[in-house]
């Protein structure tokens, strides 16, 4: 059925925008009308759903879960850091290695922060690349962290506890990244047919 706001389709009964070409939900063409051509395509998309997943939802949701987190939070970092570097030029502050390096570490971390949100998504659709990539998101940030408060706040924060402190959050993060890509690589190993 067409109409002029969007079209439904006679396998998934899911409504389509106008310009969705084949379905957004079950990936049927568009104006299938043949009632055996419909019913070919309803067991093609049935066949899909029965696949097995390549690995648990719950190995795979763990690392996209921490690596959203820090995407968000690295993002909004970067975006405050910007905000202290005008409070800094406003406030008269004339010295330009300090705008230098708060701009810097704006820039990385909002940098960081879209790269491990690219992460996250990679690693939802179980891709090599994303498991890879977050390992060694979790092995800089932990130098990161750890050089940050030894080179700028020494003396504020014991460092032994900033040094625990990173290596259970993001040193987590990078095994946990780690877990999921042997995990995807062995099971793609095991079920070549399926992919990783």
């Not at 009308?33 to 949701?61: G, N, Q, S, Y």
């Not at 940050?148 to 504020?156: C, D, R």
Request: with cysteine; net charge positive.
């Amino acid at each position: 059925m067409t109409t002029a706001t969007g079209w439904v389709c006679k396998v998934c009964w899911k409504w389509n925008r106008p310009e969705d070409d084949p379905c957004f939900k079950c990936k049927s063409p568009r104006g299938i009308t043949d009632d055996a051509e419909v019913e070919a395509h309803r067991k093609v998309v049935e066949a899909r759903a029965a696949r097995p997943e390549p690995v648990p939802d719950l190995v795979v949701a763990v690392p996209v879960v921490v690596f959203r987190g820090y995407a968000k939070v690295w993002f909004r970092g970067g975006i405050g850091l910007l905000g202290l570097l005008a409070l800094m030029a406003f406030g008269g502050v004339t010295d330009l290695l300090w705008f230098a390096l708060t701009a810097g570490f704006s820039a990385g971390l909002v940098v960081s922060g879209f790269l491990a949100g690219e992460v996250s998504e990679g690693m939802r659709n179980r891709e090599i690349w994303a498991f890879l990539v977050g390992i060694a998101l979790s092995v800089v940030a932990v130098i990161g962290s750890i050089t940050a408060f030894s080179v700028f706040a020494e003396g504020l924060v014991d460092l032994n506890a900033v040094r625990w402190g990173s290596l259970l959050v993001f040193g987590g993060a990078g095994v946990a990244a780690l877990v999921g890509l042997v995990l995807v690589l062995r099971h793609g190993r095991q079920n070549p047919g399926l992919g990783a």
